[in-house]
């Protein structure tokens, strides 16, 4: 297996070096310019350096600000496919989810999800079972996590909280568990570790076409300096998720095919208040199912799926979308009984689906579709994270196809399953369990809980150890802020952080997994920015006003209605 390292092409990945990389993106002519820094283009831009085209990969905000940090985190095997019979769908995702596993166990974990059955339930015992089995069996899952089923009293020592009353078994499987804005950085690190250029707060404004009205390159605009660029390349990729069609409408008109939006929104609640065991997938009496999440500090529940055609760079929980997943989660739990107030934070995604015509919003497709314009635009929407690497073979494949037919250039074959997502990579999720340990040991030599073990090393792998390293431990700072301050400047230097939001929401999850811990970090963490980056006083307000304004969306609920269409996910 090849290992993801800092080759003599690779780039820094920080914006201390932002001019540097400006520079270079308007002198190189570039074999493909990729529209979107989400875990599809950051896919494309991985797969595309390695087989050496030279590339760029331009973020309008932050990587993965868009869907790719707004989902359930879960790296399916695609059982929903089961019961639209797409058997090749879920051979194929089961696959993928064991390549992804592979490439970054430390982001890619395990999971057993426990389906409850119940009188009056959506499923059978049968029927699950048989489900299930196939469900592993076209996923290739080993025979020892074989999905296995359970009787009333087992799913209850499994989860007690759910109702006795209606509960008549379970059924137990396996999935995985990720976080989608980390293996998307991640994925965004390993290209630019091979060449790729890839750029945050860069939006691409419009295309540049020749003479023979082909596509020649973009024009962009650098959002943290106000700079236009220019930018020539063979190939132009939108991976725009929910704008694709706004970027396919600046090159050409979209032609029958275009996206149908829905909106999905998760709610967070302290793990005291819904102290879920496991994780559970549970069906709701509209029918529809929802995932509940156990993850550090928290619960984590999701989702909704309604028809969306709002503002795409603000979407937000509508008071309708919370109420409905309490009743679900009272529905399930009914000695629990939460309530609004119990909420400590939430988020909202956009799913960029594939409109067809007829079709429910329950029957539309996950599937991901190519579309290519006249004039040599090719965007990519749809699919899942599980599928990122399988759509950017796709996307690659149709590249070098055009290239070397322009220009007699051939490049190598797609090599992403042996791909390493992070520098010094661990081989197997064991090796993980045994680096976590000794982690836990330092760290309780430095005043930390062993928690921030499991959190360092799910968000970093062994990249923990240069944050570590760095911690300043001082008496009069706390080692959480020591902890977060070491952390900011590891992303400043490693992760392109450039905004405050970009290291509380997408390098660490905070604003999601420990939005009570943000208070005592913030300022410390902001005044290591300031210094970093030299920011003016100005500067200094704008980052807090986004921060209060994150804060404040995934704390507080819009009053506007939206249609609730409830279709499974
Ligand atoms: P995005 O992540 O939206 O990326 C597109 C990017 O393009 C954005 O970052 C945007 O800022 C950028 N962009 C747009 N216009 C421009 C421009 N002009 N210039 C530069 N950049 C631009 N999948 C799973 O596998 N497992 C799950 O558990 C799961 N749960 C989900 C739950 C919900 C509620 C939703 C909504 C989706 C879920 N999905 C799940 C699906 C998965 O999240 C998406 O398929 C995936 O994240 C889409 O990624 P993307 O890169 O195509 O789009």
Redo the contacts with the bound molecule.
């Keep these: 297996m090849e290992v993801h390292h800092m080759t003599a092409k690779g780039r820094t990945f920080s914006v201390l070096d932002r001019n540097a990389h400006v520079r270079q993106l308007k002198d190189e002519h570039w074999d493909l310019i990729v529209?979107?820094?989400?875990?599809?283009?950051c896919g494309i831009a991985l797969d595309a350096a390695a087989r050496g085209l030279k590339t760029v990969l331009?973020?309008?905000?932050d990587?993965?600000?868009?869907?790719?940090s707004?989902?359930?985190?879960?790296?399916?095997g695609g059982l929903r496919y089961l019961k639209q019979f797409d058997i090749g769908l879920v051979r194929e995702t089961g696959t993928e989810r064991a390549i992804v596993h592979r490439l970054a166990p430390h982001l890619v974990i395990p999971e057993k999800m426990l389906l409850p059955l119940t009188d009056g339930g959506t499923y059978g015992k049968l029927g699950t079972s048989f489900g299930l089995w196939v469900y592993d069996l076209l996923a290739g899952v080993k025979p020892e996590d074989q999905r296995i089923m359970l009787n009333k009293q087992e799913a209850l020592q499994k989860e007690p909280l759910l109702n006795p009353d209606t509960l008549r078994g379970g059924g137990y499987y396996a999935e995985y568990r990720t976080d989608?804005a980390r293996l998307?950085l991640e994925l965004a690190k390993a290209a630019s570790a091979y060449g790729a250029l890839a750029m945050n707060y860069?939006?691409?404004?419009d295309f540049l076409t020749g003479k023979d009205g082909h596509i020649q390159g973009i024009q962009?605009t650098d959002k943290l300096s106000g700079e236009t660029l220019s930018l020539s390349a063979h190939q132009v990729v939108s991976?725009?998720?929910?704008?694709v069609d706004?970027?396919r409408k600046k090159a050409a008109p979209l032609g029958t095919k275009h996206l149908q939006l829905t909106?999905?929104?998760?709610l967070v609640f302290p793990h005291h208040v819904l102290p879920v065991r496991q994780s559970l997938y549970f069906d709701v009496p509209d029918g529809r199912m929802v995932f509940a999440i156990p993850r550090g500090k928290v619960t984590y529940v999701?989702?909704t799926d309604t028809f969306y055609s709002g503002n795409l760079d603000r979407v937000l929980v509508t008071r309708n979308d919370a109420d409905y997943l309490v009743s679900a989660v009272n529905a399930v739990f009914p000695s629990v009984q939460v309530g609004m107030s119990d909420i400590v934070s939430s988020w909202a995604?956009?799913?960029?689906l594939i409109h067809q015509d007829g079709k429910s919003p329950s029957e539309l497709s996950r599937k991901d579709e190519v579309f290519t314009s006249p004039n040599g635009l090719i965007s990519i929407?749809?699919?899942?994270?599980?599928?990122y690497r399988k759509m950017a073979k796709k996307v690659v494949d149709r590249v070098i196809k055009t290239i070397t037919k322009k220009s007699g250039i051939s490049f190598s074959p797609c090599k992403t399953h042996t791909i390493k997502l992070t520098p010094e990579p661990f081989s197997s999720a064991k090796e993980v369990e045994a680096y976590t340990e000794e982690l836990r040991k330092k760290l309780a030599g430095c005043g930390l809980h062993s928690d921030h073990a499991d959190y360092l090393v799910g968000n970093y792998g062994r990249q923990s150890a240069a944050i570590v390293a760095d911690l300043q431990l001082s008496v009069s700072a706390s080692p959480e802020i020591a902890l977060a301050c070491s952390e900011v400047r590891f992303g400043v230097k490693k992760e392109a952080v450039a905004r405050a939001e970009d290291f509380f929401v997408r390098r660490t999850g905070r604003l999601f997994f420990d939005i009570d811990g943000i208070e005592e970090v913030r300022r410390p963490v902001l005044n290591e920015m300031q210094t970093l980056l030299s920011w003016s006083a100005d500067r200094r307000r704008a980052e807090e006003g986004l921060l209060d304004q994150a804060l404040h969306d995934a704390t507080h609920f819009a009053a506007q209605k939206t249609e609730l269409n409830p279709t499974p996910?």
């Design positions: 529209i979107g820094g989400g875990v599809t283009g331009l973020e309008k905000e990587f993965a600000s868009g869907t790719s707004k989902s359930t985190k879960l790296i399916h989608d998307t860069m939006e691409v404004d962009a991976a725009g998720g929910p704008w706004g970027i909106k999905g929104i998760h999701g989702t995604g956009l799913r960029p929407a749809g699919g899942k994270l599980t599928g996910k």
